[in-house]
């Protein structure tokens, strides 16, 4: 059965970095890319990017582009989401999903960032 | 604001049938496929509806999706209580990057 289990919840101050991991079972890790899906409290979802799992290239929003990086360890079978230079508005769950299907999700992580 | 619209709210009594809609333009879903997902508070999105009017297994069959030109919709035919849940559209566009709707809120009267 396939399964993306994140990393635990985060608290940071503003202006630090975070960084979630997502660990994949259940089928092949580089066959399917992971993204990436915020949500903010109250708010929808929010496209961050995706890594090819295979070769590890990139894809990023714009919005996030200047301040995310998405990487994987392929012998963990793990993706990784690093957001620089928090503020108050990145407090959200953010959640991994596999392949352009967006399935399945991990739990998600809630990042919370505050002084 | 979301690129894909959606309706803030929908309602319907049990076993109704109802509709949510998703609106967006040629460079989305006009061109690329539309995705439906549903989530409970508290819980991770999960998908619903896949390449338009796919159904995974194990997603009962009152639930399905269509699209036209550049608008899609989700219909829950025989609601159920259990039907009360957030519903998301999704869909790429031309630049490999994914949108979202701004989410439905479903309530089963």
């Known amino acids: 059965q396939v399964h993306l289990v994140q990393s635990g919840a985060e608290v940071k101050k503003p202006g630090a970095s975070v960084e979630i991991s997502c660990k994949a079972s259940g089928y092949m890790f580089t066959t399917y890319p992971i993204h990436w899906v915020r949500q903010a409290p109250g708010q929808g979802l929010e496209w961050m990017g995706w890594?090819?799992?295979?070769?590890?290239?990139?894809k990023y929003s714009q919005k996030f582009q200047d301040r995310v990086t998405l990487t994987r360890d392929t012998s963990a079978t793990t993706a990784y989401m690093r957001l620089s230079s928090l503020t108050s508005e990145d407090t959200a769950v953010y959640y991994c999903?596999?392949?352009?299907?967006?399935?399945?999700w991990g739990q998600g992580t809630l990042v919370t960032v505050s002084s | 604001q979301s690129v894909l619209t959606q309706p803030p709210s929908a309602s319907g009594t049990p076993g109704q049938k109802i509709l949510i809609s998703c609106s967006g333009s040629s460079s989305n879903i006009g061109r690329n496929y539309v995705y439906w997902y549903q989530q409970f508070p508290g819980t991770a999105p999960k998908l619903l509806i896949y390449?338009?009017?796919q159904r995974p297994s194990g997603v009962p069959d009152r639930f399905s999706g269509s699209k036209s030109g550049t608008s899609a919709s989700l219909a829950i035919s025989g609601l159920r209580s259990e039907d009360e849940a957030d519903y998301y559209c999704a869909a790429w566009d031309d630049n490999l990057s994914a949108l979202f709707g701004g989410g439905t809120k479903l309530t089963v009267l």
């Open positions: 999903a596999r392949d352009s299907d967006f399935d399945p």
């Open positions: 390449k338009n009017n």
């Open positions: 890594v090819h799992t295979g070769n590890g290239i990139t």
